[in-house]
């Protein structure tokens, strides 16, 4: 092994963390910073299963109004806008 330092630095969990990462050291904290920083996994899994839900609430209301006015569209026999419409609908329910 090489000569060990230990080097402290005042910095944010974050950035300890990047840094830490980035040069490859082991990285130590007190832990009142410990307790304070971090996240339940089961929290992080809740938040996620929200943002999804909000996400698809919203790609479904994107969905419904792109139907409406490709439905407008066609009963206006504007048939280059409906066909722009209709691969608009197709890329949105592709990525689902």
């Given amino acids: ?7 402290e630095i005042d910095a944010r969990p974050s950035d300890s ?28 899994n809740e938040e996620s299963e929200e943002k999804q839900e909000l996400t698809e609430q919203k790609e479904k209301s994107e969905l419904e ?9 066609l009963e206006a026999e504007n048939y280059e806008e409906a066909a722009k419409l209709r691969d608009r609908i197709r890329d949105l329910q592709s990525e689902n």
Avoid: T, Y
């Fill in 17 to 44: 963390v990047a840094l830490a990462i980035r040069i490859g050291c082991p990285m130590f904290m007190h832990k009142k910073v410990f307790l304070n920083a971090s996240v339940q996994i089961d929290e992080i």
């Fill in 65 to 73: 109004k792109l139907q409406e006015q490709l439905q407008k569209a």
């Fill in 1 to 7: 092994k090489h000569d060990e330092q230990i080097i």
